[in-house]
C-alpha cells in the first residue's frame, strides 16, 4: 500500500474511510438506545453511499477492522465500559510524506483506536512506509487535578487534527486536544519541516474545523484573515459562515462534544485541485460559502450525511487521505 500526503489537495488515490461500531451500544445506558440503533443504521447505511461516491473517482478506500468494542477496557491506571466508534480516523492518525503517526488522543476512551485499522497500518509498513504511535498516555486520575480544564501536561498528546500539513509546513492548535509534550514529541519526530503555533484564543481544538487549504494560495475559513499568521499574508480567502447545527450530547464514545470550535463547513475534501466534496446540509447553512467556490471555478459534489452534527465529525474528520500525488 503506497503512502504519500504532503498537503490536502493533491490527486486523492486512496483514503481510511471511518464507520459505526454498532457493539458500543452495549455499553450505553441511555434511556434512548433504541433511537441510536437507528441513528447508527441510517448512518452506516451513507458511509456505504459515500465510499461508492469516492470511488467513482478512482479513490481506494478502506474501512476499519471491528472488534467488541462493548467489553470493558482496562490498563493498570483506568478502566472504561467500552471505547469510542471508528467513525473519525482522523482523530488518531497524522501522515506527514510516507510516515503514518498513531496519535494518542486526549480521551482515554479513544486509547485503541488504531487497532481498528490495523490492516491497513501493516499493509503501509510491510510496503515501505514509516509506521510509528505515539506513546499511550497513563491517564491516571491520581495525577490530575479533577478541577484543572486543561490537558495534563504529563504524557505527550496530540490529536491527528490538531495539525494540518501544507508542503513543508505543519499548522499546529495547541489547545483543545494537545498539550505541549505532545507537540513537541510530533517536532522531533519531523526536524526538517517548519511548524507554526497558531494563536491559541482563535484556534481551539481541532484545525479541520477551522480551515480547510483547497489549493495553494487559497484557503477556506470561517476565521477573518487578520486572525492568520503571516504565512497566509498575500492568500486568498473564501469565507464559511460559522453555521452550527447544535446536537444533543449523549456519549463521547459516539460523538464530538466540542460544538464551540467546530464549524463543520470547512470540513470539505479535496479530491483534486479542481473538484470538492461538501456534506449536502451546507447548501441550506452556507450558501456564499458554495457561490464563492463556484467563483473560484470548483466542481462541487455533495455528499449526504445529515447525521455529521450529531456525531460532530465532517467529512475530513471521517476520511483521512493515504496517498495523494499529481501525475502518479
Request: glycine residues 4%.
Amino acid at each position: 500500500m503506497k503512502v504519500k500526503i504532503l498537503n490536502n489537495y493533491e490527486q486523492l488515490h486512496s483514503c481510511m474511510l471511518g464507520d459505526i461500531d454498532f457493539s458500543v451500544l452495549d455499553s450505553i445506558t441511555h434511556n434512548r438506545k433504541q433511537k441510536l440503533e437507528y441513528i447508527f443504521e441510517q448512518a452506516h447505511d451513507d458511509l456505504n453511499v459515500y465510499q461508492k461516491q469516492l470511488e467513482s473517482y478512482g479513490v481506494s478506500v478502506y474501512r476499519p477492522k471491528s472488534f467488541n468494542s462493548g467489553k470493558p477496557l482496562a490498563t493498570p491506571y483506568y478502566e472504561t465500559i467500552g471505547h469510542r466508534i471508528p467513525l473519525s480516523p482522523s482523530d488518531s492518525f497524522f501522515i506527514v510524506d510516507n510516515t503514518i503517526i498513531e496519535t494518542s488522543c486526549w480521551t482515554a476512551e479513544n486509547a485503541f483506536a488504531g487497532m481498528y485499522w490495523r490492516d491497513v497500518t501493516r499493509s503501509a509498513f510491510n510496503d515501505g512506509s514509516q509506521w510509528i504511535p505515539m506513546p499511550m498516555p497513563l491517564h491516571d486520575e491520581n495525577e490530575v487535578d479533577p478541577l484543572d480544564a486543561d490537558i495534563p501536561n504529563l504524557d505527550p498528546i496530540i490529536d491527528g487534527p490538531c495539525m494540518y500539513l501544507h508542503d513543508d509546513t505543519v499548522l499546529v492548535s495547541t489547545v483543545g486536544a494537545s498539550n505541549t509534550q505532545g507537540v513537541k514529541w510530533i517536532q522531533t519526530i519531523f526536524p526538517n519541516k517548519k511548524f507554526i503555533m497558531l494563536d491559541a484564543n482563535k484556534f481551539k481544538g481541532h484545525l479541520d474545523a477551522h480551515m480547510n487549504i483547497l489549493r495553494p494560495g487559497l484557503i477556506a475559513t470561517y476565521h477573518p484573515r487578520e486572525d492568520f499568521p503571516d504565512y497566509f499574508k498575500n492568500w486568498d480567502f473564501i469565507t464559511v459562515e460559522p453555521a452550527s447545527e447544535p446536537n444533543k450530547f449523549i456519549d463521547s464514545k459516539i460523538q464530538d462534544d466540542d460544538t464551540e470550535n467546530t464549524v463543520l463547513a470547512c470540513n470539505s475534501l479535496s479530491i483534486n485541485t479542481d473538484t470538492v466534496l461538501v456534506e449536502s446540509s451546507v447548501k441550506h447553512l452556507n450558501n456564499n460559502f458554495l457561490v464563492q467556490l463556484e467563483q473560484y471555478k470548483f466542481n462541487i459534489d455533495f455528499v449526504n450525511f445529515p447525521l455529521q452534527h450529531f456525531f460532530g465529525h465532517g467529512l475530513s474528520c471521517m476520511t483521512i487521505p493515504l496517498y495523494r500525488e499529481d501525475n502518479a
